[in-house]
């Protein structure tokens, strides 16, 4: 399939799963306003800002959905992106060169929960209207959140890391300690909390389900509660690692103090994840403890392809951009938009990081190798 052709399969897959989504949209929704730019009879067209939180593919893809919109939308797209995720000074500039240049619409993945709150009411007092993607200022100027749910996400993480655990019985065996690395930027909280409530949920009822069945009532619920305690208090967090080398000393830090110890690790994002695998790799324990990382980078993908990684959540960060575009559009002309969307997760392995659907949300250009100079 060629470049022109998987995007237009990609982007009416995007359009379907929008059209889906909405339906499932949170809330009543907010109005773009009166008046201004922002109002019902302003003229369509001009600069909408996207300002991502790092240079990162993941957001690279992002940067391309949004493009996609404006292209047919026919507005300009300014891209900026800070240095890291706990970068929010590079991400305040860029809104108030947003205003200086009279933007009409800021979409942001904010590095910083209050940070932004000056330059966002600055932004909203000169007409700007301002869509969050991926992570949320606490800003009552927001008129949308688009993102893939991170509590859902970590649970998503946390069932494959069963799955991968049991393996072919219904039962786990002499599972260990549970070690996380999170990154610095609000959306790990939320990631991390959903992983370890599932994961010490379901690994109650996997590690010994005979006992289980053979105490009733309230006798199996104390067994099941007592045993979702001690894997919690097992549960190793390392420091929160805003760059893949210190995630990778953490890494390696937790590995040491803990030699066989450790059955599963969990990185939060791209970083982390890589830092994770080089400390396994380094270490070689990629036979004995099962990773799970977070989101679709290619170094993330070769560690899948060597059996280093052995799954990872990848969210959907075409459809941020084109959405987030999408919104900030209908927020100027004045159009209600939904307070919030979830754009959905899914888990790639090596059963599945080969299937088209992945591909597309991975690549959404067509794969490095299919491009003309075989560039991405």
């Known amino acids: ?108 993945a904010p590095n910083g929960k209050t940070e932004l709150n000056s330059a966002f009411e600055q932004a909203e007092k000169a007409g700007i209207k301002i869509i969050n993607i991926n992570s949320k200022a606490d800003y009552d100027g927001v008129l949308s959140f688009i993102r893939c749910s991170d509590n859902e996400s970590g649970s998503v993480a946390a069932r494959n890391a069963i799955k991968i655990l049991r393996g072919d019985s219904m039962e786990i065996t002499g599972l260990k300690n549970i070690a996380i690395i999170g990154h610095t930027a609000s959306t790990a909280e939320e990631r991390i909390s959903g992983f370890i409530n599932t994961f010490t949920d379901q690994a109650a009822d996997a590690i010994a389900p005979t006992e289980m069945t053979e105490n009733n009532g309230e006798k199996a619920e104390e067994n099941k509660k007592a045993k979702i305690e001690a894997y919690k208090k097992g549960i190793i967090k390392g420091d929160p690692c805003a760059k893949k080398d210190a995630a990778k000393e953490e890494a390696l830090e937790i590995l040491q103090n803990n030699p066989g110890n450790i059955s599963v690790f969990f ?28 989101n679709s ?70 794969k490095p190798e299919e491009n003309e100079g075989g560039q991405g």
Request: proline share 3%; net charge negative; charged share 25%.
């Open 1 to 108: 399939m060629n470049k022109k052709n998987r995007r237009g399969v990609f982007r009416a897959i995007t359009a379907f799963t929008l059209s889906a989504a909405m339906l499932l949209a949170g809330g009543c929704g907010k109005s773009g306003g009166q008046g201004g730019p922002g109002g019902p009879n302003a003229q369509q067209g001009g600069t909408i800002y996207v300002i991502a939180k790092q240079p990162l593919s993941f957001w690279d893809d992002v940067r391309k959905g949004a493009e996609d919109a404006g292209e047919e939308l026919g507005y300009d797209i300014v891209y900026r992106e800070a240095t890291g995720d706990n970068d929010y000074s590079s991400q305040e500039a860029d809104i108030q060169d947003a205003i200086k240049k009279k933007a009409k619409a800021i979409v942001i």
């Open 297 to 366: 980078d290619e170094r993330e993908l070769a560690y899948i392809r060597n059996g280093v990684l052995d799954g990872t959540v990848i969210q959907n960060p075409y459809m941020m951009g084109y959405v987030g575009v999408r919104y900030a559009k209908k927020a100027i002309t004045g159009d209600n938009v939904p307070l919030r969307m979830d754009t959905g997760a899914v888990f790639v392995s090596t059963k599945n990081i080969n299937d088209e659907f992945v591909n597309l949300m991975i690549y959404p250009d067509g």
């Open 267 to 294: 990185g939060t994002n791209t970083n982390t994840t890589l830092g994770i695998c080089e400390a396994v790799e380094e270490l070689e324990l990629q036979n004995e403890v099962v990773v799970i990382g977070f």
